[in-house]
Nanobody, 125 residues
Framework: RVQLVESGGGAVQAGGSLRLSCAAS????????LAWFRQAPGKEREGVAT???????TYADSLQGRFTISKDNYRNTLNLQMHSLQPEDTAMYYC???????????????????WGQGTQVTVSS
Protein backbone atom coordinates (compact mmCIF):
# COMPACT_ATOMS: atom_id res chain seq x y z
CA ARG A 1 0.00 0.00 0.00
CA VAL A 2 1.40 3.36 -1.00
CA GLN A 3 1.64 6.04 1.65
CA LEU A 4 2.93 9.58 1.35
CA VAL A 5 3.47 11.49 4.59
CA GLU A 6 4.36 15.18 4.54
CA SER A 7 6.18 17.00 7.30
CA GLY A 8 8.01 20.25 7.90
CA GLY A 9 5.16 22.73 7.74
CA GLY A 10 4.72 25.44 10.32
CA ALA A 11 4.27 29.13 10.99
CA VAL A 12 6.93 31.62 9.88
CA GLN A 13 7.21 35.32 9.31
CA ALA A 14 7.45 36.82 5.84
CA GLY A 15 10.93 36.37 4.45
CA GLY A 16 11.48 33.14 6.32
CA SER A 17 12.24 29.65 5.05
CA LEU A 18 10.82 26.18 5.48
CA ARG A 19 11.76 22.76 4.17
CA LEU A 20 8.96 20.31 3.50
CA SER A 21 9.53 16.59 3.20
CA CYS A 22 7.33 13.80 1.92
CA ALA A 23 8.24 10.29 3.04
CA ALA A 24 7.13 7.53 0.69
CA SER A 25 6.38 3.96 1.68
CA UNK A 26 5.21 1.15 -0.55
CA UNK A 27 6.64 3.27 -3.36
CA UNK A 28 10.08 4.30 -4.59
CA UNK A 29 10.64 7.84 -5.79
CA UNK A 30 13.27 6.74 -8.31
CA UNK A 31 11.92 6.56 -11.88
CA UNK A 32 8.61 8.20 -11.00
CA UNK A 33 7.20 11.69 -11.38
CA LEU A 34 6.21 13.53 -8.22
CA ALA A 35 4.95 16.99 -7.40
CA TRP A 36 4.04 19.47 -4.70
CA PHE A 37 0.65 21.15 -4.77
CA ARG A 38 -0.91 23.66 -2.41
CA GLN A 39 -4.40 24.75 -1.55
CA ALA A 40 -5.31 27.96 0.23
CA PRO A 41 -8.71 28.38 1.90
CA GLY A 42 -11.40 29.04 -0.66
CA LYS A 43 -9.09 28.38 -3.59
CA GLU A 44 -8.45 25.48 -5.91
CA ARG A 45 -5.49 23.21 -5.44
CA GLU A 46 -2.62 24.45 -7.58
CA GLY A 47 0.67 23.01 -8.72
CA VAL A 48 3.80 24.36 -7.08
CA ALA A 49 6.65 22.24 -8.45
CA THR A 50 7.24 18.95 -10.22
CA UNK A 51 10.13 16.56 -10.67
CA UNK A 52 10.09 13.79 -13.22
CA UNK A 53 11.78 10.40 -13.49
CA UNK A 54 14.89 12.07 -14.93
CA UNK A 55 14.94 14.62 -12.09
CA UNK A 56 13.94 17.43 -14.42
CA UNK A 57 12.09 20.07 -12.47
CA THR A 58 9.40 22.63 -13.26
CA TYR A 59 7.93 25.39 -11.13
CA ALA A 60 4.86 27.56 -11.06
CA ASP A 61 5.66 30.91 -12.68
CA SER A 62 4.48 32.81 -9.61
CA LEU A 63 7.25 31.39 -7.41
CA GLN A 64 9.99 33.47 -9.03
CA GLY A 65 12.73 31.03 -8.12
CA ARG A 66 12.04 30.93 -4.38
CA PHE A 67 11.30 27.19 -4.13
CA THR A 68 13.41 24.12 -4.97
CA ILE A 69 12.02 20.62 -5.41
CA SER A 70 14.26 17.58 -5.05
CA LYS A 71 14.25 13.86 -4.44
CA ASP A 72 16.37 12.04 -1.89
CA ASN A 73 16.63 8.58 -3.37
CA TYR A 74 18.47 7.19 -0.33
CA ARG A 75 15.81 8.33 2.13
CA ASN A 76 13.04 7.79 -0.43
CA THR A 77 11.66 11.27 0.13
CA LEU A 78 10.45 14.23 -1.89
CA ASN A 79 11.52 17.64 -0.62
CA LEU A 80 10.55 21.26 -1.13
CA GLN A 81 12.90 23.97 0.06
CA MET A 82 11.08 27.28 0.35
CA HIS A 83 12.80 30.65 0.78
CA SER A 84 11.56 34.24 1.01
CA LEU A 85 8.13 33.07 2.04
CA GLN A 86 5.27 35.52 1.65
CA PRO A 87 1.78 35.61 3.17
CA GLU A 88 0.35 34.50 -0.18
CA ASP A 89 2.28 31.24 0.23
CA THR A 90 0.01 30.34 3.15
CA ALA A 91 -1.71 27.07 2.25
CA MET A 92 -1.92 23.37 2.89
CA TYR A 93 0.89 21.73 0.95
CA TYR A 94 0.46 18.26 -0.53
CA CYS A 95 2.88 15.88 -2.17
CA UNK A 96 1.61 13.72 -5.00
CA UNK A 97 2.99 10.83 -7.01
CA UNK A 98 2.20 9.13 -10.27
CA UNK A 99 1.77 5.37 -10.34
CA UNK A 100 3.40 4.61 -13.68
CA UNK A 101 7.15 4.61 -14.19
CA UNK A 102 8.49 7.27 -16.54
CA UNK A 103 5.15 9.07 -16.66
CA UNK A 104 5.26 12.79 -17.37
CA UNK A 105 5.35 15.21 -14.47
CA UNK A 106 2.51 17.71 -14.78
CA UNK A 107 0.77 20.41 -12.76
CA UNK A 108 -2.59 18.67 -13.16
CA UNK A 109 -4.05 17.20 -9.99
CA UNK A 110 -5.94 14.56 -11.97
CA UNK A 111 -2.71 13.02 -13.24
CA UNK A 112 -1.56 11.96 -9.77
CA UNK A 113 -2.81 8.76 -8.19
CA UNK A 114 -1.22 9.04 -4.76
CA TRP A 115 -1.54 11.92 -2.32
CA GLY A 116 -0.34 12.76 1.13
CA GLN A 117 -2.53 14.22 3.84
CA GLY A 118 -0.92 17.64 3.64
CA THR A 119 1.15 19.89 5.87
CA GLN A 120 0.12 23.43 6.77
CA VAL A 121 2.32 26.41 5.97
CA THR A 122 1.33 29.75 7.47
CA VAL A 123 3.26 32.92 6.69
CA SER A 124 2.54 36.07 8.65
CA SER A 125 3.37 39.59 7.54
Amino acid sequence: RVQLVESGGGAVQAGGSLRLSCAASGYTVINYALAWFRQAPGKEREGVATIDAYDITTYADSLQGRFTISKDNYRNTLNLQMHSLQPEDTAMYYCAARDRKWATATMNTGDYEYWGQGTQVTVSS
